[in-house]
């Protein structure tokens, strides 16, 4: 006779298995590629309010990877930022295959999980928000549920967290406290992570030539939000800024 539970039961094993598989990785794709523009969804920002409140996910992050990005930053805090873990959803049903990034303020191993669910490639853990063991004990949590790591640090103070060995260093340019932006962080900080550091420069980059010269700084990987989601049509100003950095 047919055992309904074993059956669910086997099912649900596979369910858990496909989200414990490993996911395009960003690590790879950053290395891989010739830009390293991570494109970033977010419609709302605490400084400086809607920036696209009407932005859908079913077909911004598209638009994006149709463009040229190479992968994804969406925002899933929803009092500050307006977004939404569905909006990951929405994306990976829209036909998205790139890595995507969770972008939240992640300080609880719930929050992996519900990163894993919604079709999450990594997250990003933020230094300014965790000691460093509960960062390490994230860290490890995360990929074992697959997901790799984009450690984000903004100063010296916090340089030490790159010894847990992240997937990826980031360096944010902007003071989350004070919410001044300053690109010169990046290249004040680059040479103090690790040599063999995949390396990310965080928000305030709004010119081609500052993603050429951070390139030359040892950076891969260039978050880059307001500067799309503030236009009309945030794919085609990726691609207009892509052409940009490729003409010279």
Request: contains cysteine.
């Given at each position: 006779m047919r055992d309904i539970l074993q059956e669910i039961v086997a099912h649900k094993r596979e369910e858990l298995e496909r989200m414990r598989a490993k996911k395009a990785s960003l690590r790879q794709t950053l290395l891989q590629s010739l830009t390293g523009i991570i494109a970033e969804f977010k419609r709302?920002?605490?400084?400086k309010g809607w920036i696209k409140e009407e932005g859908r996910a079913d077909i911004i992050p598209l638009c994006y990877q149709q463009n040229g990005a190479t992968a994804l930053s969406i925002l899933t805090d929803?009092?500050?930022?307006?977004?939404?873990?569905?909006?990951?959803?929405?994306?990976?049903?829209s036909g998205v295959t790139i890595p995507i990034l969770y972008k939240n303020f992640v300080i609880d191993?719930?929050?992996?999980?519900?990163?894993?669910?919604?079709?999450?490639?990594?997250?990003?853990?933020i230094a300014a928000c965790l000691s460093k063991a509960e960062?390490?004990?994230?860290?490890?949590?995360?990929?074992?549920?697959?997901?790799?790591?984009?450690?984000?640090?903004h100063d010296e103070r916090e340089l030490e967290y790159a010894e847990l060995?992240?997937?990826m260093c980031g360096?944010?340019?902007?003071?989350?406290?004070?919410?001044?932006?300053?690109?010169?962080?990046?290249?004040?900080?680059?040479?103090?992570?690790?040599?063999?550091?995949v390396k990310v420069s965080e928000s305030g980059i709004s010119?081609?030539?500052?993603?050429?010269e951070?390139?030359?700084?040892?950076?891969?990987?260039?978050?880059?939000g307001e500067t799309f989601m503030k236009t009309d049509d945030p794919g085609k100003t990726l691609n207009d800024f892509i052409q940009q950095i490729n003409c010279k």
């Amino acid at each position: 006779m047919r055992d309904i539970l074993q059956e669910i039961v086997a099912h649900k094993r596979e369910e858990l298995e496909r989200m414990r598989a490993k996911k395009a990785s960003l690590r790879q794709t950053l290395l891989q590629s010739l830009t390293g523009i991570i494109a970033e969804f977010k419609r709302k920002s605490p400084s400086k309010g809607w920036i696209k409140e009407e932005g859908r996910a079913d077909i911004i992050p598209l638009c994006y990877q149709q463009n040229g990005a190479t992968a994804l930053s969406i925002l899933t805090d929803k009092d500050y930022f307006g977004g939404h873990d569905d909006f990951i959803r929405a994306a990976r049903q829209s036909g998205v295959t790139i890595p995507i990034l969770y972008k939240n303020f992640v300080i609880d191993e719930m929050q992996l999980y519900e990163a894993a669910l919604c079709g999450a490639s990594a997250v990003l853990l933020i230094a300014a928000c965790l000691s460093k063991a509960e960062c390490k004990q994230l860290m490890d949590k995360a990929h074992s549920l697959g997901l790799e790591v984009l450690l984000e640090m903004h100063d010296e103070r916090e340089l030490e967290y790159a010894e847990l060995g992240p997937d990826m260093c980031g360096i944010n340019n902007r003071n989350l406290g004070s919410f001044v932006t300053d690109v010169e962080n990046s290249f004040r900080l680059a040479d103090r992570l690790p040599k063999d550091a995949v390396k990310v420069s965080e928000s305030g980059i709004s010119n081609p030539q500052t993603i050429r010269e951070l390139r030359e700084a040892g950076f891969r990987g260039f978050l880059i939000g307001e500067t799309f989601m503030k236009t009309d049509d945030p794919g085609k100003t990726l691609n207009d800024f892509i052409q940009q950095i490729n003409c010279k």
